[in-house]
C-alpha cells in the first residue's frame, strides 16, 4: 500500500466518525441501541439501554444522557458485557447498523 492510500483511508475513517456523530446527534439513542442491538451485542439480554445501564453497579437510577461516557468504570462496564471495548466503539457499531437499515 502505498503512503497516499494510506493517507486516503485515514481521511475516510475521520469522515466515518464525523458522520456517526451526526447519526447519534439527530437519532435517540433508543433507536439507535433498539432491542435487537442490546438482546445482540449484550451478554445478558437487555432489551434496552437503560436496563443495561440500571444493572451497572453505581449506575442505578441515572439516565443514560447523565453518564460521562468517557468514564473508565462506565467503559469497563461495557467491555465486561457487550462485545464492545468501549462507549464510543458501542455507539459507532449501533450508528452503522442504523445506517445501513436506512439504505
Request: aromatic letters at 12%.
Amino acid at each position: 500500500m502505498v503512503e497516499s492510500d494510506i493517507v486516503e483511508l485515514v481521511k475516510l475513517h475521520k469522515e466515518l466518525e464525523e458522520f456517526q456523530k451526526k447519526i447519534a446527534a439527530r437519532v435517540s439513542l433508543d433507536e439507535l441501541l433498539d432491542e435487537s442491538f442490546m438482546r445482540t451485542y449484550t451478554f445478558f439480554g437487555f432489551s434496552t439501554v437503560q436496563q443495561f445501564i440500571d444493572a451497572c453497579e453505581g449506575l442505578i437510577g441515572i439516565a443514560y444522557s447523565d453518564i460521562d461516557k468517557n468514564d473508565e468504570k462506565f467503559n469497563a462496564y461495557i467491555r465486561d458485557n457487550t462485545s464492545f471495548d468501549n462507549w464510543s466503539e458501542m455507539i459507532g457499531k449501533a450508528t452503522m447498523i442504523w445506517a445501513e437499515k436506512q439504505l
